[in-house]
Nanobody, 124 residues
Framework: VQLQASGGGLVQAGGSLRLSCAASEGTLSSYTMGWFRQAPGKEREFVAAIRPSGGTTYFADSVKGRFAVSRVRAENTVYLRMNNLKPEDTALYYC??????????????????WGQGTLVTVSS
């Protein structure tokens, strides 16, 4: 599976962005899809995940209520909708695919395939 993340950009605080994660090879339908981010000088951290069925989603406390994750099987794409963005959301955002179980889906090691990252910059 090869993943391509896109949709990042510069936005003012309070604004919105939608990130996309598409598979150029392989199908995403059987994988848990995760979004992670890495700010300058910080470790990569979990943001959100969606189970293969698409019916269950998980979020880090820092983004809960502001971010939403969805998947469109026909497009073989997963989306991360980010609303009410804050300067602290500034980071390189990565999508990942893996056969993660619920207890591990917030961990980097649970994911096998990673996209190249897309930069989100939120200005104050």
């Amino acid at each position: 599976v090869q993943l391509q993340a896109s949709g990042g950009g510069l936005v003012q605080a309070g604004g919105s962005l939608r990130l996309s994660c598409a598979a150029s090879e392989g199908t995403l339908s059987s994988y848990t899809m995760g979004w992670f981010r890495q700010a300058p000088g910080k470790e990569r951290e979990f943001v959100a995940a969606i189970r293969p069925s698409g019916g269950t989603t998980y979020f880090a406390d820092s983004v809960k209520g502001r971010f939403a994750v969805s998947r469109v099987r026909a497009e073989n794409t997963v989306y991360l909708r980010m609303n009410n963005l804050k300067p602290e959301d500034t980071a390189l955002y990565y999508c990942a695919a893996g056969r993660a179980i619920v207890s591990t889906l917030a961990t980097i090691g649970a994911y096998t395939f990673w996209g190249q990252g897309t930069l989100v910059t939120v200005s104050s």
